[in-house]
């Protein structure tokens, strides 16, 4: 077998966690399916100048890890409309910033690290302020903490010594429990309420029926809409912005039930205006137990019909 296809075969195994990894560093699965892309060509090219000294996997992560630190150089942190301003303010401009996206759960379902711990670290309150970090600190926290690698294995991932891997990774620690202080993540409804949460609420906005959405939402609901530069927090803000922008004829909407960043979510399409039922949004719902079943905690809603791929979706339902 020729050494390239060798090494495809035995490479293959680890896309699903490589692009989970470049997600953590990057907070795009966009940039993440593309610097996965570059790994695999890198390594395809270099791999008969490998001398097996460390695992296949290891070798990957040094240069997925690379390729992720040397794209953020000199690139803003992606944010949420939450991050960036006060609700209901337009906060800037959309080319101001880089807004995160949301990651499929396909690739968590076939990562060896696939633990709850490494789960939530994809949630998306987490990964906000995971990109808080400087970009090596958060190489160092996910690297040890998420893929599981000694210091010894970072420190020679990264070139540098164990003690500066251990330094780094309290820092990031402490920086990390800075930024989500007064963000405590609350208890997570099991999962007949959850689902049952997400029925009601595609069966609310495809028969648009207001009601049936407002008796989901908890008080203090917040509703983001990248690449839109505004949010809400309340469910009068909410409702009212869903009722004039949002809510479109029963017949006019389909959503369809996924999950993105270890929580439930719904791809919508909408009708546009040449009938044809088209991709809209990508819909994240963070959800909280209460008497009864689940409420709704928080919206966002990803406007970006181009995550449909990604999300093994077509861009016409």
Same mark, same amino acid.
């Given at each position: 077998?020729?050494?390239?296809?060798?090494?495809?075969?035995?490479?293959?195994?680890?896309?699903?966690?490589?692009?989970?990894?470049?997600?953590?560093?990057?907070?795009?699965?966009?940039?993440?399916?593309?610097?996965?892309?570059?790994?695999?060509?890198?390594?395809?090219?270099?791999?008969?100048?490998?001398?097996?000294?460390?695992?296949?996997?290891?070798?990957?992560?040094?240069?997925?890890?690379?390729?992720?630190?040397?794209?953020?150089?000199?690139?803003?942190?992606?944010?949420?409309?939450?991050?960036?301003?006060?609700?209901?303010?337009?906060?800037?401009?959309?080319?101001?910033?880089?807004?995160?996206?949301?990651?499929?759960?396909?690739?968590?379902?076939?990562?060896?690290?696939?633990?709850?711990?490494?789960?939530?670290?994809?949630?998306?309150?987490?990964?906000?302020?995971?990109?808080?970090?400087?970009?090596?600190?958060?190489?160092?926290?996910?690297?040890?903490?998420?893929?599981?690698?000694?210091?010894?294995?970072?420190? $020679? #991932? /990264?070139?540098?010594?164990? &003690? @500066?891997?251990?330094?780094?990774?309290?820092? %990031?620690? !402490?920086? =990390?429990?800075?930024?989500?202080?007064?963000?405590?993540?609350?208890?997570?409804?099991?999962?007949?309420?959850?689902? $049952? #949460? /997400?029925?009601?609420?595609? &069966? @609310?906005?495809?028969?648009?029926?207001?009601? %049936?959405? !407002?008796? =989901?939402?908890?008080?203090?609901?917040?509703?983001?809409?990248?690449?839109?530069?505004?949010?809400?927090?309340?469910?009068?803000?909410?409702?009212?912005?869903?009722?004039?922008?949002?809510?479109?004829?029963?017949?006019?909407?389909?959503?369809?039930?996924?999950?993105?960043?270890?929580?439930?979510?719904?791809?919508?399409?909408?009708?546009?205006?040449?009938?044809?039922?088209?991709?809209?949004?990508?819909?994240?719902?963070?959800?909280?137990?209460?008497?009864?079943?689940?409420?709704?905690?928080?919206?966002?809603?990803?406007?970006?019909?181009?995550?449909?791929?990604?999300?093994?979706?077509?861009?016409?339902?």
């Amino acid at each position: 077998m020729p050494e390239q296809d060798e090494f495809m075969e035995r490479a293959a195994p680890y896309r699903a966690e490589l692009i989970a990894h470049c997600y953590r560093m990057l907070g795009s699965v966009h940039d993440a399916e593309d610097l996965v892309q570059e790994t695999y060509l890198r390594g395809w090219r270099g791999y008969s100048a490998f001398e097996e000294r460390a695992a296949l996997r290891t070798w990957l992560y040094r240069i997925a890890t690379t390729a992720c630190l040397r794209a953020l150089e000199n690139r803003a942190r992606r944010v949420l409309p939450a991050g960036v301003g006060l609700a209901g303010d337009n906060v800037s401009h959309e080319a101001a910033h880089e807004w995160l996206e949301p990651l499929p759960d396909s690739y968590l379902q076939a990562t060896p690290e696939d633990i709850v711990a490494a789960r939530e670290t994809v949630r998306l309150a987490v990964m906000t302020a995971l990109q808080e970090l400087p970009a090596r600190q958060r190489a160092v926290l996910v690297l040890r903490e998420v893929v599981q690698f000694s210091a010894a294995e970072v420190a $020679e #991932l /990264l070139e540098t010594t164990p &003690a @500066a891997v251990n330094s780094s990774l309290q820092r %990031a620690r !402490a920086r =990390l429990a800075e930024v989500s202080a007064g963000q405590d993540r609350p208890a997570e409804p099991d999962d007949d309420a959850r689902r $049952e #949460l /997400l029925d009601r609420y595609c &069966a @609310a906005f495809e028969n648009a029926d207001m009601a %049936a959405l !407002a008796a =989901l939402l908890q008080d203090d609901v917040r509703l983001e809409m990248p690449p839109m530069p505004m949010w809400f927090s309340g469910r009068d803000a909410v409702l009212g912005f869903l009722t004039t922008r949002a809510f479109a004829p029963p017949g006019d909407i389909v959503m369809v039930a996924t999950a993105a960043n270890d929580q439930p979510a719904v791809a919508e399409y909408r009708r546009n205006t040449d009938s044809i039922m088209a991709a809209h949004s990508i819909q994240v719902l963070s959800s909280v137990p209460r008497s009864g079943g689940a409420g709704l905690a928080a919206l966002t809603v990803f406007l970006d019909p181009t995550l449909f791929p990604a999300f093994g979706l077509p861009l016409t339902g």
